[in-house]
């Protein structure tokens, strides 16, 4: 009776890109990425007073979720000096990891909404005695969302998408030509 078809709407974050070298050499071919990824959740409940001061029912209404990427880290092997030919192209080529990762996010679009909405809606509502208990159940309701199977699955499928993405790019191979360009001329 106090259920209700909950609204999800989910917003990709503002990324950023900073670029380093570490002081311990790296392989000299290959940049690495450090992806940071973010799930928020902001819950909005009902919270309906049960008849005869019996308590509260807190419930799941709308979803409010950032959901991507929000910060990349790129290091840069060490013996690549700032901005130099070789520099540049393990940047541009770590460019393409950064694009991989942006990419799956915009393609499982769809897929996310569709498993915060299941989610949101088999999470039966929270019954509590006191008002004092309603934050706890807010607690609980956000807990039984970021466990439930249909949001772990679709992250792990988001992962190995991300896996499968970033070895084709790794694959092809490109920076060693680009690498090449640079050492000749």
């Known amino acids: 009776m106090y259920k209700t078809k909950p609204l999800v709407r989910i917003d990709k974050p503002d990324w950023v890109k900073k670029v380093g070298q570490p002081l311990r050499m790296m392989d000299l071919y290959h940049g690495n990425v450090v992806a940071t990824l973010v799930d928020e959740y902001d819950i909005i409940v009902n ?6 001061n019996e308590g509260f029912c807190v419930g799941i209404k709308d979803i409010n979720a950032v959901i991507g990427y929000s910060d990349f880290l ?3 092997d060490m013996r690549h ?3 130099s030919c070789s ?3 393990v940047l541009e080529h770590e460019g393409e990891h950064i694009q991989a990762y942006l990419s799956v996010i915009d393609d499982f679009q769809d897929d996310l909404k569709d ?3 299941s989610a949101a809606n088999s999470i039966i509502p929270i019954y509590v005695k006191n008002e004092n208990d309603i934050k706890t159940a807010i607690d609980d309701l956000n807990a039984k969302l970021q ?4 949001l772990i699955l679709v992250k792990q499928k988001i992962s190995a998408a991300e896996e499968l993405r970033n070895a084709k790019i790794d694959e092809e191979n490109k920076q060693y030509e680009e690498l090449q360009k640079c050492s000749n001329g």
């Open 47 to 52: 919270i309906d007073e049960l008849p005869n």
């Open 74 to 76: 790129v290091k840069v």
């Open 81 to 83: 000096k700032l901005n």
């Open 87 to 89: 520099y540049k192209a």
């Open 115 to 117: 498993s915060v909405y």
């Open 147 to 150: 466990m439930h199977p249909d």
